[in-house]
């Protein structure tokens, strides 16, 4: 017995020994940057492998330009980019991204897929202090904690709003769209969707629109007759449809069923991705406004993210996230450039100074500005572009030195 | 328990309590998660083990430690409290998940096996509406933080989660040798016969649905204040209630070491998937093909095995 | 007026698309007792399938059905043979706890393998959604939804004939039986698992035509299986287990109840009516509303 007992200790305390870190650091070689991705889970419908193989060959990419150059090493430094699968799940995320900071030992953190699992994995970030550089978490909570290992390369999705009804302005006092005067907004309640329908229903002002109906629909709704009613009822201009791609489908096919047809719909989540037009049909499809983060860039590195768009096999509105992506890990070598160092405070500095011309146009971090209520911190600034569906191709419609076709009032 | 098996017990939980110096933080936190799952899994077996009853809402009560000790401290008055701030709120949370465990072991233990599972199941959905609907109160969709000064580190999470999983565990070692566990499975065996004999079913039920409560609630109040953020995913999520079960039938409900080792066992597989064995092929996928082959194996779970009870070891537990 | 038909028709259609969840797992539960957690995902891969050969092969709707009521025959003779045949001669405990633990974990990996198999073979954003039957119908002030409709009568028909299948044919009896005693059955000379085949195939086919239909009127995501499993649970309860014509029945019921409180309370109240509405049934009458029960 005294041999079971024994074989289990020592079992047990090689167990331990092994999972000790043992640290042995060297002069750096390369650049180590990591993070997680939804492969699979919920959050793998809109990200999943495609944006794990997006990351993998955007390394690939600058290691075949020769890396990084880091004044202090005085060379080129490769780019080692880990990105493991969190499952969706924030626990393991959070497991994970202790693992990348630990036992990797990554240089710097590149943000996870969505606003929950970004808020836990931030956390960690903090701790140790490594910068995150997230790509599309645009929750302005995310933001608002004070602090100070975080930048956001989206821009906080409450301001969606307030570019698309700036167009909208920009179009009825041309008259281009027809004068709307009412909107009415539904909102999905998921974080990202509630972040969305908030500037729906706080910048609509900005067109001089009144909102006539505010409406919360749960995760994944599948009925929305009653609200189609009371809608109907209202006959509002323009329907504001801040929910997921699902969500979104799933109700406008049933308003189109029931008889609702607003002049102006819009749904700026994931309407614009070439999915979309296939999944409710050309007599839905035809029309619906949205917005995206994908045009047909004129400024920035745009030939080495068509090119890398290209090696991931995705075609430009395919998915949602891939210019974010891009720019996400475009500012942090940025930065690392900057700072000439691997030096993650250098690093951060660089990172709350950096200034330059991405795919969007200039590109800067704000700290201490107010959206939604809240004062953020590390908030980027790109732009979003709303576009249309036209003739079963997405145009994009604003701003005008990217817009590809005018706008067009949805057919009736 | 012989002197072989409390020898064992002993060294195992000296390893668990020299261990977390040399681990490393990522180590320390799988470990602690781990424990939150073990407590969940050992807490789960109370009911299904002893009772006889397959409680498909466990994660209710974790959930509502979460969410209780969070709202508690967001709150200026408890703050004001200082350092007592969180013994106040974990108390609260851990007594109001325990009130919830009592009323709703009325309706609940009107019913038996599969209407059991569903209504337990129910709960944890319908906490779930509560806790987004509720935004005022709960923060809805975007969760609650806790105050940064409230944080517990992993450390010392770790050593309080092994305590209430060590307490956990001896509370079902103790159902398999005391008279209030054999009341418990005389009610599992014929609940006619144990109530014509004095044991009166209600009573007993609530009794280990609330005892079984008041572990779960402090490893959900634990985990709030370790991770700083919930939302109804996160505490609520159907996965806390659902993995339990699968954990304590792997191992072996009933017996004492079955949570045990079920935990231990998903936990390895999970870890050295998603952690180590970095497949081109989702991790889940071959998750849910190992779940599938135990299942169609060891249908009575690992402990009740034949082979594994061969071990006069572990028989040592069992009862 | 019209606005109250009009709800009452929203819900009676919500309540065709919860029935065309539920019925295929009721008709396995209360025969088999084999309880199939990854139901909702092989009524999502049905969606999926059906997506696939209707809009990436352009084949004729009808083609689609028929090619994916093949496939899935496949499919569901591999999961019998696999699945449930290792389980059947479990004792009523133990075929409950490992059924769940065998099918979830099949759920898991259905789940991930077609998430993965469709970012990376057929396109980036996995929503399966069919623009097929979309019309929109006016009956004086009243608007309906085409493709719910059409879903409620698909529901209907196929409930009403599993439903003459088991009280007519020789076989349903003999599945009745087998849901009664199962060693009975084995004493009596039947063969309970040439039963259990032919009920999991058509049980399966059922499903994966279910989730066809599905997509027409609401989208789903490689995901959603396992909780679409939970929804579909809660129908065959309330409706009790292995009732067909029931689930017709308990599905309007919910159906209404929730589009009445999105009217009134709001759509986000609209689960938690549901969810209660099924808690109050199992507590005062647990067999469901309309079941004896077998279970």
Redesign the interface.
């Known amino acids: 017995m005294k041999t079971t007992v024994r074989v289990i200790a020592v079992g047990l305390a090689v167990a331990a020994v092994g999972a000790v870190v043992t640290p042995v650091l060297a002069q750096p070689r390369e650049i180590k940057i990591g993070g997680t991705m939804a492969v699979t889970g919920a959050f793998a419908v809109e990200w999943g492998p495609t944006a794990k193989a997006f990351m993998e060959e955007w390394a690939k990419m600058m290691n075949e330009r020769g890396g990084v150059f880091v004044k202090e090493a005085n060379a080129k430094l490769p780019i080692k980019l880990t990105v493991y699968d969190d499952g969706s799940s924030p626990d393991r995320a959070v497991e994970l991204y202790e693992r990348l900071a630990t036992t990797d030992k990554v240089d710097f953190f590149t943000g996870p897929a969505t606003s929950p699992i970004t808020i836990r994995a931030s956390t960690v970030a903090e701790k140790y202090g490594i910068p995150m550089v997230t790509a599309e978490a645009n929750s302005p909570a995310i933001f608002a904690r004070g602090f100070k290992w975080l930048v956001g390369a989206d821009r906080p999705a409450p301001q969606w709003a307030e570019d698309y009804y700036a167009m909208a302005k920009a179009l009825m006092d041309a008259g281009a769209m027809p004068r709307l005067k009412t909107v009415a907004v539904i909102q999905e309640n998921t974080p990202h969707t509630m972040d969305v329908g908030w500037g729906g229903i706080h910048r609509a002002g900005i067109a001089g629109l009144t909102v006539v109906a505010t409406e919360t629909v749960p995760p994944n709704a599948a009925d929305f007759s009653a609200i189609i009613g009371k809608l109907k009822a209202l006959n509002p201009d323009m329907l504001y449809v801040a929910t997921w791609a699902g969500t979104a489908a799933a109700f406008a096919k049933q308003a189109f069923e029931l008889g609702l047809r607003p002049k102006e719909l819009h749904i700026p989540h994931s309407t614009i991705t070439d999915k979309y037009y296939g999944m409710v049909g050309a007599s839905i499809g035809e029309g619906i406004t949205g917005t995206t983060h994908e045009a047909h860039f004129k400024h920035g590195d745009k030939d080495a993210y068509f090119a890398l768009r290209k090696r991931v096999g995705l075609s430009g509105f395919d998915a949602g996230w891939t210019s974010l992506r891009f720019i996400a890990l475009e500012a942090l070598t940025k930065a690392i450039e900057g700072a000439g160092s691997l030096d993650r405070a250098k690093v951060m500095a660089a990172l709350r100074g950096l200034k330059y011309e991405t795919l969007h146009g200039p590109l800067a971090f704000s700290f201490g500005v107010e959206v939604a209520g809240k004062k953020v911190d590390g908030v980027g600034n790109k732009s979003v572009f709303p576009a249309q569906w036209q003739n079963g191709k997405i145009e994009v419609l604003w701003p005008p030195e990217v817009a590809t076709a005018k706008y067009r009032p949805r057919p009736q | 328990m012989n002197r072989r098996a409390a020898t064992l017990t002993v060294v195992t939980i000296g390893v668990l309590a020299v261990l977390p110096p040399l681990l490393s933080s990522t180590w320390l936190l799988v470990m602690f998660l781990s424990f939150l799952w073990l407590i969940l899994t050992a807490n789960y077996d109370v009911l299904d083990g002893f009772l006889g009853h397959i409680n498909l809402g466990q994660g209710a009560f974790f959930g509502l430690g979460a969410y209780v000790t969070t709202m508690m401290l967001n709150v200026a008055a408890v703050q004001a409290l200082g350092g007592l701030a969180l013994v106040v709120s974990a108390l609260v949370a851990v007594v109001s998940a325990a009130l919830f465990a009592a009323v709703m072991a009325v309706p609940l233990f009107r019913l038996k096996g599969l209407y059991f599972a569903i209504a337990t199941l129910i709960l944890i959905f319908l906490l779930q509406v509560f806790a987004l609907n509720l935004g005022d109160l709960t923060g809805g969709s975007y969760g609650l933080y806790v105050p940064p000064r409230f944080f517990v580190s992993t450390f010392v999470a770790y050593y309080v989660a092994l305590a209430v999983a060590i307490v956990s565990v001896g509370f079902n070692f103790y159902l398999s040798r005391s008279t209030l566990g054999l009341a418990f499975r005389c009610l599992k065996e014929d609940e006619e016969g144990a109530d014509s004999i004095g044991l009166h079913p209600l009573r007993y039920k609530t009794i280990g649905l609330v005892l079984a409560s008041v572990p779960s609630a402090a490893g959900g109040v634990l985990f709030a204040l370790n991770a700083g953020f919930i939302d109804p995913t996160i505490a609520l999520g159907v996965e806390r209630s659902l993995l339990p079960p699968l954990m304590a039938l792997l191992g072996g409900t009933g017996t004492v070491l079955g949570p045990v080792f079920g935990t231990a066992i998903i936990r390895i597989i999970e870890t050295v998937f998603f952690h180590y064995l970095r497949l081109p092929v989702p991790s889940m996928l071959f998750f849910g093909l190992t779940l599938m082959a135990v299942a169609l194996l060891i249908p009575a779970g690992l402990m009740r095995s034949p082979r594994v009870r061969r071990l006069s070891l572990f028989r040592a537990f069992s009862s | 007026m019209a606005?109250a038909l009009?709800?009452v028709i929203?819900?009676l259609?919500?309540g065709g698309?919860y029935a065309l969840l539920a019925f295929a797992m009721s008709l396995t539960i209360s025969t088999t007792r084999v309880?199939n957690v990854a139901h909702g995902v092989f009524f999502v891969w049905g969606g999926a399938t059906f997506v696939i050969l209707s809009?990436r092969l352009r084949l004729h709707p009808v083609l689609a059905i028929v090619i994916l009521t093949g496939l899935f025959f496949v499919l569901a003779l591999a999961f019998e043979r696999g699945?449930v045949r290792?389980?059947l001669g479990?004792s009523h405990q133990?075929l409950?706890?490992?059924s769940?633990?065998?099918?979830?974990?099949?759920?898991?990996?259905?789940?991930?393998?077609l998430?993965?198999g469709w970012?990376?073979f057929v396109?980036?954003?996995?929503?399966f959604?069919?623009?097929?039957a979309?019309?929109?119908?006016?009956l004086g002030d009243v608007?309906?939804?085409?493709?719910?409709l059409v879903i409620l009568a698909f529901v209907v028909v196929t409930v009403m004939s599993f439903h003459l299948f088991l009280q007519k044919t020789f076989l349903g009896k003999g599945a009745r039986a087998m849901a009664q005693n199962f060693d009975g059955f084995l004493v009596i000379g039947l063969n309970p698992y040439r039963l259990s085949m032919i009920l999991f195939t058509l049980a399966i086919m059922a499903t994966a035509i279910s989730g066809a239909f599905y997509v027409l009127?609401?989208?789903?995501?490689?995901?959603?299986g396992l909780?679409l499993t939970?929804k579909s649970?809660?129908v065959v309860?309330l409706a009790g287990?292995g009732n067909l014509p029931a689930t017709l029945v308990a599905g309007a019921l919910l159906?209404v109840a929730?589009?009445?409180t999105?009217?009134f309370l709001?759509?986000?109240?609209?689960?938690?009516v549901s969810?209660?509405v099924?808690?109050l049934v199992?507590?005062v009458k647990?067999t469901g509303l309309f079941g004896k029960g077998v279970?």
């Open positions: 606005r009009e709800l929203g819900g259609s919500l698309i309880l809009q699945i290792t389980l479990r133990m409950l706890v490992g769940i633990m065998a099918t979830f974990g099949l759920g898991l990996s259905m789940e991930s393998a998430g993965y970012v990376t396109d980036p954003y996995p929503v959604s069919s623009p097929l979309m019309f929109p119908i006016r608007a309906l939804s085409g493709s719910r009127a609401v989208p789903l995501n490689p995901y959603e909780p939970l649970f809660t309860i287990v159906g929730e589009v009445a999105s009217q709001g759509t986000v109240w609209a689960p938690a969810l209660a099924l808690f199992l507590v647990p279970y």
